[in-house]
């Protein structure tokens, strides 16, 4: 079992940067993918964005990248999403999750999640 925790949500202007953080607990993540998607009122769970846990390799989604950056600690057993230039439309509820089989872009092939937080971003 995988417990995941994130934090680091809230509110910001458009154009300003926020970082997300997502603790991991439970097991060792070597070889797991850890993911990170959004959802936001009256939409479907969108992915944002991945990386290996084994290899740093990652993926975004063309909505954010360039803006949007994953990066781990693996010291710590979080995975981070640094967010610049934020845009209105990035708001939603971003959650973190985790799989351990090869990458992938679709919410319903990870195994894990976390409760998400809430990013919003004013005009």
């Known amino acids: 079992q995988v417990q995941l925790v994130e934090s680091g949500g809230g509110l910001v202007q458009a154009g300003g940067s926020l970082r997300l953080s997502c603790a991991a607990s439970g097991r060792t993540l070597s070889g797991y993918y850890m993911g990170w998607f959004r959802q936001a009122p009256g939409k479907e769970r969108e992915f944002v964005g991945t990386i290996s846990w084994s290899s740093d390799t990652t993926a975004y989604a063309d909505s954010v990248k360039g803006r949007f950056i994953i990066s781990k600690n693996n010291a710590k057993n979080t995975v981070y999403l640094q967010m610049n230039s934020l845009k209105p439309e990035d708001t939603a509820i971003y959650y973190c999750?985790?799989?351990?089989?090869?990458?992938?872009?679709?919410?319903?092939?990870?195994?894990?999640w976390g409760q998400g937080t809430q990013v919003t971003v004013s005009s």
């Open positions: 999750a985790a799989r351990d089989r090869y990458l992938s872009r679709r919410s319903s092939e990870y195994d894990y």
